[in-house]
């Protein structure tokens, strides 16, 4: 083997070398590179996910505080509305009250007691009953219907059965406690007696 050739050997050798040494040399740089990036971009990571966790917290108790103020107001206008209710329908039996005084304005706190003109008490008493029914009917209450009405658990409360001449059985014979319903809502059941039918002889 000539000696260009070895020389020309050793210097391809040399290059490769070089080459190879360039090359671990760029490798290991680009890897530093990398490695000095990637705390970098984990660092700005986390750094916005911190943003968006502060920035969610604050909506999150913003919202928060928004409906407790919601709850409150709503609990303060329910309050109010009931209250103003109630007075409006306390208001309207105060004339009720008042004929029931002028009523038994003569009788005495305590004993027996016969009005002077009784036809004409038991009319005003009447007028009274009248009176508070149209109350109830304008608050838009209803009474349970009673007498010879089928028997209903919905609206009727049992007292008890008892043969009746006229009245057939599972029917209403008498009412004991008048029930009262607004709309659907029974607000009392009507106490009643139920037929059982003509007695058997």
Same mark, same amino acid.
């Given at each position: ?8 050997? !050793? ?6 070398? *070089? ?13 530093? $590179?990398?490695?000095? *990036? ?16 502060? !920035? ?9 505080? +928004? ?20 007075? $409006? ?16 304005? %003569? ?6 007691? *016969? ?26 209450? +209803? ?8 028997? %209903? ?30 709309? %659907? $809502? ?16």
């Amino acid at each position: 083997m000539s000696e260009e050739t070895i020389k020309s050997a !050793a210097e391809l050798a040399a290059e490769r070398a *070089t080459r190879i040494a360039e090359d671990a040399s760029s490798g290991e740089s680009a890897s530093d $590179k990398s490695a000095e *990036t990637a705390p970098a971009e984990l660092l700005g990571k986390i750094a916005s996910l911190q943003e968006e966790l502060e !920035a969610a917290k604050d909506k999150h108790l913003r919202l928060v505080a +928004e409906f407790d103020n919601f709850r409150r107001r709503n609990a303060r206008e329910y309050a109010e509305i009931r209250d103003t209710a109630q007075a $409006k329908a306390l208001q309207a039996l105060f004339p009720v009250i008042d004929n029931f005084e002028r009523a038994l304005q %003569d009788a005495p706190a305590e004993g027996d007691w *016969t009005p002077s003109d009784p036809v004409g008490f038991a009319k005003g008493v009447r007028l009274i009953r009248d009176q508070l029914r149209k109350l109830l009917s304008d608050a838009g209450l +209803e009474e349970v219907p009673g007498e010879g009405q089928p028997f %209903d658990p919905n609206h009727h409360d049992a007292l008890t059965q008892m043969p009746h001449p006229t009245v057939p059985a599972d029917h209403v014979a008498s009412v004991h406690a008048r029930g009262w319903k607004k709309g %659907d $809502k029974v607000l009392r059941h009507a106490q009643v007696v139920v037929s059982g039918g003509p007695a058997h002889t």
